[in-house]
């Protein structure tokens, strides 16, 4: 038996920095003391969504928020999956995801690759890339339990992602977001369950809970799809921790009964790396 126990914090953001942060690491330390073995945080969990604030909360690496995420990893013996937050790098911004071992290790480094640029008449409005650059890799890291691929909120929705990070070996992929009132009724939980049945992997995506003191409202219903395609976990819009338990024989027990990677046509479409 090859089981996991992530816990999902899906905190409220606000504006003040070290706030977030503190709410961060009191989350974290609740969901290490519950027991989970794997600790994920939602996108841009140190600064609201609004690209206004992007670059005044911008850290460069280390900084403040990933060594808290380090220190922390170590003190209590869990991976963290640390969201996302507002990356510097020269003059470019990005919106980054560290993520650390046991040890506090970095082992993983994903910047959002897909920026989020949408326009919907009578819903939501926002553009990323006026203030972001573009991460231009996948990121999939091993762990002691099985590979991770990790990336952030709008590159869920591009399956070539998704099925580069299945084929680079990962079992689960982790997605901190931030889905809104527009999006989020009519795509998450269809996006989750879609991308999880495609690849037969765990699926979790873990949002930021709903503040409705900004502009930009988060959709919350941070939850977890197992390989099978099901929701089985799922929570409301509040701040909460919510916790799944993985069982990663279940990955290997769907893709022998119904072996969709193996059934591919690669000799007729590939999805490959340049
Ligand atoms: N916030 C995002 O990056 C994506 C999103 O809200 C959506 O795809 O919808």
Not at 9 to 26: F, G, H
Not at 137 to 164: H, N, Q, S, W
Not at 175 to 197: D, M
Not at 207 to 223: E, I, P
């Amino acid at each position: 038996m090859r089981n996991v126990k992530a816990g999902i914090c899906q905190m409220q953001v606000e504006l003040d920095k070290s706030m977030n942060l503190q709410k961060a690491e009191n989350m974290i330390r609740e969901a290490a003391g519950n027991g989970s073995n794997i600790v994920i945080l939602p996108e841009m969990f140190n600064c609201p969504y609004d690209t206004k604030y992007f670059s005044a909360f911008a850290e460069a690496y280390p900084g403040d928020t990933a060594s808290m995420l380090s220190h922390l990893a170590k003190e209590l013996g869990i991976y963290i999956i640390g969201g996302s937050v507002p990356e510097k790098d020269g003059d470019a911004v990005y919106n980054t995801s560290y993520s650390f071992d046991r040890d506090g290790k970095l082992i993983g480094k994903h910047r959002k690759m897909h920026l989020f640029d949408i326009d919907v008449e009578g819903g939501v409005r926002f553009k990323e890339s006026d203030v972001l650059g573009y991460g231009q890799e996948a990121t999939v890291f091993d762990t002691e339990y099985c590979k991770i691929g990790v990336a952030i909120c709008y590159d869920m929705r591009f399956p070539e992602l998704m099925r580069l990070m299945c084929k680079a070996g990962a079992e689960i992929i982790v997605i901190p977001a931030a889905f809104n009132l527009t999006t989020g009724p009519a795509h998450w939980e269809i996006t989750v369950r879609t991308r999880a049945l495609d690849n037969q992997v765990y699926f979790i995506a873990a949002s930021s809970s709903r503040n409705l003191d900004f502009t930009y409202h988060a959709y919350g219903h941070s939850c977890i799809a197992n390989p099978w395609g099901a929701i089985i976990k799922e929570a409301d819009e509040k701040e909460c921790i919510l916790y799944g338990e993985l069982d990663l024989d279940m990955v290997q027990k769907v893709r022998k009964e119904l072996p969709l990677l193996k059934h591919l046509r690669n000799d007729i479409y590939e999805v490959c790396k340049k």
